[in-house]
């Protein structure tokens, strides 16, 4: 069965320290990858994707993502992270042979940052 | 940026009761979605919508649900007789073709 284990809930860094988050996705071939923040709140917003091509690929508010086809993983990184990072992270997929189809979601790691 | 919105950010309504949780996608976007996440538990799926029609649903999506694109900007998730259990922040989403999706704020719906 597809899924998605973010094996973190909580993860407490401290402002100006790097960040990691990891994901790891159950999948019948390779699928399309995605990370989303959802600040209190607020909606999901997307921070990055994952196609095809490079294994790390760049998102908005200076996060990064690396695939590792191997571990079956694509952890989210940040090497400074701002008070203004705390929120919650879920990472998903989506099936490259379903256009359209659906995304199956992590369940979420919430990022505390300290002063 | 355009951006999906939902309306109303908040709907309290009592079991039983139809409600109407509204969505306007990004313009151009072609394929339209409904996601709900119970508090404290995963965003879950509940169906998709393209070129009219319901494209795939979950097993959380009976004939107590159903969609609707009544106007070509507008898609409305409709629950007809609400259960406690219905009680969830209930996202609406849409993509451009079919990949990456672009999430609304979400409904809170608290179902008494």
């Known amino acids: 069965a597809q899924s998605v284990t973010q094996p973190d809930i909580h993860i407490t860094v401290s402002e100006g320290a790097s960040l990691e988050l990891r994901c790891n996705y159950s999948y019948g071939a390779t699928p399309y990858l995605f990370w989303y923040v959802q600040s209190p709140g607020q909606g999901l917003q997307l921070l990055l994707k994952y196609f095809s091509g490079d294994t790390l690929v760049q998102g908005i508010k200076g996060f990064e993502a690396e695939f590792k086809r191997s571990q079956s993983s694509f952890n989210l990184r940040k090497p400074s992270v701002h008070w203004s990072d705390a929120a919650e992270y879920f990472c998903a997929v989506g099936a490259r042979d379903n256009q359209g189809g659906k995304l199956i979601f992590g369940q979420g790691t919430e990022l505390s940052v300290k002063p | 940026e355009p951006e999906v919105t939902q309306t109303p950010s908040h709907q309290v309504t009592q079991m039983g009761q139809e409600v109407i949780l509204r969505c306007v996608p990004i313009s151009n976007h072609l394929y339209f979605y409904w996601y709900r996440q119970i508090l404290g538990q995963k965003v879950e799926f509940l169906v998709s919508?393209?070129?009219?029609?319901?494209?795939?649903k979950s097993e959380i999506f009976d004939d107590q649900f159903s969609v609707e694109r009544p106007d070509g900007s507008n898609f409305t998730l409709k629950i007809r007789s609400t259960k406690l259990e219905d009680s969830a922040m209930y996202f609406c989403?849409?993509?451009?073709?079919?990949?990456?999706?672009?999430f609304g704020p979400g409904t809170r719906l608290t179902v008494t």
């Open positions: 989403a849409s993509s451009p073709l079919g990949y990456e999706q672009y």
């Open positions: 919508f393209y070129n009219n029609e319901i494209s795939e």
